[in-house]
């Protein structure tokens, strides 16, 4: 490591860390996977009280720099030869694990006009620590080759979220009608209770109008050796029932906050703790705290199951539901003495961000329980009464709808003989009398809506007991 300064760098990225609080929104910058290859330098700054701060506020001097150079497909390699890895996270931001230290930073961007500018070559400051969540500090970071030129260095999207007038849902047989007039794979119903509530809540149910997914990655060829491992697997997997014995916690409800992300990573720990376990402990965790305390997410406006169950949960843990009731809105972060749930492990199937495809899914939910994923929610999802969902391309013009970013768990999978169809059974988080008791299922092996796209695991540690 060499000594240095703050520079003129620090000073943008201070200025756009006051245009955009990290914590007020769900991130609008959209980077890609080819803007993190080469290598970076990262300047090291503010030590003290890191890990509990947001890092963007009062950037102190830098004290040291590192070069850490990312190349395909997910190795890291820094200054003196050590190797290790990184993964994009979704379209925000990176994790690189070097030589014992875990680095990850969201990617600045800025608002000019309505248009976001996203910085794809620079790391707003973000927060580097060993693997063992000690010996924190603030970093921010500029990839130095290939250099920046004005081309590359400004993605530009225009992701101003428009300003509507305030809508509320209005009941619509018609598009119901059309619905299951179209297809025979899954029902539509109305949902009574939907009905005069405004649209920007249920756009925050299925994720946010802010959180869309815009380009997610194509799954990865199966290989060979993929397919084999895939083939040992039984042709139908349900946590709720195996040999009679159900894994998986209850079915809740998000509310009208954006925390669906919350939802599906505690769903994924508690199920889990219960296979570590053999069901003898129950835990129920609270979303809560992620809402109301994580740096890592934006509370109530979105985030990322791999920041949460997996970065969250091993960075700081998370307590038990009844110690941190869960409220449904961006209230002030309460600290707590409670014990806390950590995660040992996480990562995206397939080792990183893009490596993802059906029967890895498959494997690892077997073997180790449910799993995170993203998928795109279009408006005839809300009206999924039951059956294998496919997306119909039916529009509803009475409700005009955001295409969104919904996070759920997958816990099963199988074989509908009706329909024909492979499906994934998933828990939603939307109360248990949406859909099939809390539940859907949608199409498997043609990554229906991206559903398989990004799935993400994360190894909870149960209490001793
Ligand atoms: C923003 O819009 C205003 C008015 O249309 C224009 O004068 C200004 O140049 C624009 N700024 C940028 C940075 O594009
Ligand atoms: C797991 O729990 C079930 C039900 O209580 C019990 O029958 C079974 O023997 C347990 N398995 C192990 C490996 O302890």
Known sequence: MAAGTTNALCVLV????????PTAADIPVNCMYSDLLGSWRFFVFGAPGARFSTCSDGLGPDTTQ???????????IDEHGNKGTFTLIYNQGFEVEVAGYKWFAFFPFSKINGTVISYCDKARPGWVHNIFAQQWSCFYGQRIDPPAETSTRLVVADLSSKTTPRQFF??????????????????????PEYVGKPMEMLEKRAGGSRSRLFKSP?????????????????DTWDWRDVNGVNFVSPVRDQGRC???????????????????TNNTQQPILSPQQIVSCSHYSQGCEGG????????????????????YPYKGVDAPCEVQPHARYFSSNYQYIGGFYGACNEPLMRF????????????????????????????????DSFNPFETTNHVVLVVGY????SSGLDFWTVKNSWGEEWGEDGYFRIRRGNDECAIESIAVAATPIPQLS
């Open 66 to 76: 590192e070069v850490i150079k990312l190349q395909k497909l997910n190795t890291a």
């Open 14 to 21: 201070m200025l756009l860390g006051v245009a955009a609080p």
């Open 170 to 191: 209005k009941y619509n047989p018609d598009f119901v009608d059309a619905i299951n007039q179209l297809q025979v794979f899954w029902k539509a119903r109305m949902y």
């Open 258 to 276: 954006g925390s669906c992300y919350a939802f599906a990573s505690t769903a994924m720990l508690e199920s889990r703790i219960r296979i570590i």
């Open 364 to 395: 690892e939910l077997v073997n180790h329980g449910p799993v995170a994923v993203s998928f795109q929610v279009y408006d005839d999802f809300r009206y999924y009464s039951g059956g294998v969902y496919i997306h119909t391309g039916l529009h």
């Open 414 to 417: 199988g074989h509908d003989a």
């Open 304 to 323: 990322f199951p791999y920041l949460i169950a997996g970065k969250y949960a091993q960075d700081f843990g998370i307590l038990e539901e009844a110690n």
């Open 218 to 234: 194509v799954p990865v060829q199966v290989s060979e050796d993929v397919k084999r491992l895939a083939d040992t697997l039984p």
